[in-house]
């Protein structure tokens, strides 16, 4: 494949070939990228398949679940689940349907919106913990040595310290 990218030191007539992967880190990139899509489907299959909660949704009733006064702006919460404001808004939106979550203004500033976790959405997060956790633990760390586990751990806090500094 000959795609060639300006940088931005060079003018546009000059080419930078980029740093093509080599065989190995090619494997890498797509078994770690293939396991990893497939693992996200399977937690999302089985979790909403034994629970009606889909992942996504598990996930913003888990980052409510660990603030203060169980609330949390909801610009905050999109950040925190790697959302847009649109999509999570959709989304809470849903889980108010449900119960499980409602929307407050902020009484800080009067202009924000919090999601608040409600007493019935805590007790159906308090439902989906086991069913999730066993399916981490089934089809992630049950296939790992103790060894793969600190490096995975190493691997992922580097990328952090790289993607997410704050």
């Known amino acids: ?51 009606g909660i889909s992942h996504a949704y598990y996930e913003i009733l888990v980052a409510l679940s660990e603030t203060p006064g169980r609330m949390m702006r909801m610009s905050e919460l999109a950040d925190r689940c790697l959302s847009s404001r649109s999509r999570l808004s959709h989304a809470v939106s849903r889980l108010e349907e449900r119960g499980w979550v409602r929307r407050q203004v902020c009484a800080e500033d009067g202009r924000g919106q919090l999601a608040v976790l409600t007493d019935e959405g805590f007790t159906a997060l308090e439902a989906a913990a086991p069913v999730h956790v066993a399916s981490v633990r089934t089809h992630l760390f049950d296939q790992l040595s103790p060894e793969q586990v600190a490096a995975m751990r190493d691997i992922g806090e580097t990328l952090l310290r790289h993607l997410d500094p704050s």
Not at 11 to 30: C, F, I, N
């Open 1 to 51: 494949m000959s795609v060639h990218a300006s940088s931005p030191s060079s003018g546009p007539s000059e080419a930078v070939e980029p740093r093509w992967l080599d065989p190995e880190e090619q494997k890498a990139w797509r078994a770690w990228l293939s396991s990893a899509q497939l693992l996200m489907d399977r937690l999302d299959r089985e979790l909403t398949h034994v629970t």
